[in-house]
């Protein structure tokens, strides 16, 4: 080596535990970070010193495109030898895509000089967004009540501003809410369905931190009468000279409930041998 100074070692551990060394046993640096980053997330590394460090090192990093070079985050400390300790990138809304290639470059200057770049991948979901809907299937007329919240990776709830859509299964934008906030996180929202809306599926979109969406299908069906069953009970057979036929109409809903309506009762005489059949008396009947 032509440093000076003992043999400098980079480790940069990554998520999927990739580690990179070079050189023998006395590592004068230890640095680790994830292999991912994510819009609106702190992005961590951890800078450990050896002992065989004298004075103090300058640490800058930065996250940039492998072909454009820009630095999408970067920021940079001193450090000197004792315990680990952590920089800080602040990634940004809206400045990487998963179409890009990305390098973590790390430098050192002062009591450590090294130079180290390695490949880190780009993930869109900076947290999650839940929308909750008290139904998955409203009426018209019925109220959708909403309740929606942004989750972060380390779990903490998103506090920040949130944009609601309610679209129409055309698209068509039936409420737009902006900068909808709330100290817990948890936005309540309630949306009035009229009383002939578009039927099919209405959607939820949410956005929040210009990059981070998430949508949600409710179903819009008009109201359908429940299904109901006739029974009709008859003697199997009837004498000649009877003077009357004792039945009954029994109709139910498929739910159990009796159902009420006009029946229209019509009593045939069937010829078997000319399948003809002959009214003998027709009865309407209410219940
Ligand atoms: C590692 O450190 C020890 C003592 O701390 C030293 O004796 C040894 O020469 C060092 N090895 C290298 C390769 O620098
Ligand atoms: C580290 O040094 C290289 C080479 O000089 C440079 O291209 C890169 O931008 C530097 N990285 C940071 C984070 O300053
Ligand atoms: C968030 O919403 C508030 C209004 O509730 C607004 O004053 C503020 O500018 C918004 N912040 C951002 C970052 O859009």
Not at 10 to 27: D, Q, R, T, W, Y
Not at 119 to 140: H, N, S, V, W
Request: positive net charge; glycine residues 8%.
């Amino acid at each position: 080596m032509e440093q000076s100074a003992a043999m400098f070692v980079i480790f940069l551990v990554f998520c999927s535990a990739i580690s990179l060394a070079s050189g023998e046993v006395n590592n004068t640096y230890f640095i680790t970070a994830p292999g991912v980053f994510r819009p609106g997330q702190p992005f961590k590394l951890r800078v450990a010193l050896s002992d065989a460090v004298t004075g103090s090192v300058n640490v800058a990093c930065g996250i940039m495109g492998t072909k454009q070079k820009i630095m999408i985050a970067s920021q940079s400390g001193t450090f000197s030898k004792g315990p680990t300790k952590e920089i800080t990138l602040q990634i940004p809304h809206g400045v990487a895509s998963t179409s890009v290639q990305y390098q973590l470059s790390v430098n050192g200057t002062g009591g450590a000089k090294f130079s180290e770049m390695k490949y880190i991948r780009f993930e869109e979901k900076g947290f999650t967004i839940y929308i909750q809907t008290d139904k998955a299937i409203y009426k018209p007329g019925q109220n959708v009540l909403m309740r929606i919240f942004g989750v972060n990776p380390d779990l903490k709830v998103y506090t920040g501003n949130l944009t609601v859509d309610i679209l129409d299964p055309s698209g068509n934008k039936m409420a737009h809410w902006v900068n909808l906030n709330s100290q817990s996180g948890v936005i309540k929202r309630e949306f009035l369905l009229s009383t002939q809306p578009v039927e099919g599926n209405w959607k939820i979109s949410v956005t929040a931190a210009e990059d981070q969406k998430a949508e949600q299908v409710i179903e819009v069906k008009p109201y359908v009468l429940p299904k109901f069953e006739v029974k009709v009970n008859l003697p199997a057979y009837a004498l000649e000279g009877q003077k009357q036929l004792l039945g009954a109409v029994d109709v139910k809903y498929t739910y159990g409930k009796g159902a009420n309506g006009r029946a229209n009762i019509q009593l045939y005489f069937k010829h078997l041998w000319l399948g003809q059949e002959t009214l003998i008396r027709q009865r309407h009947s209410c219940c």
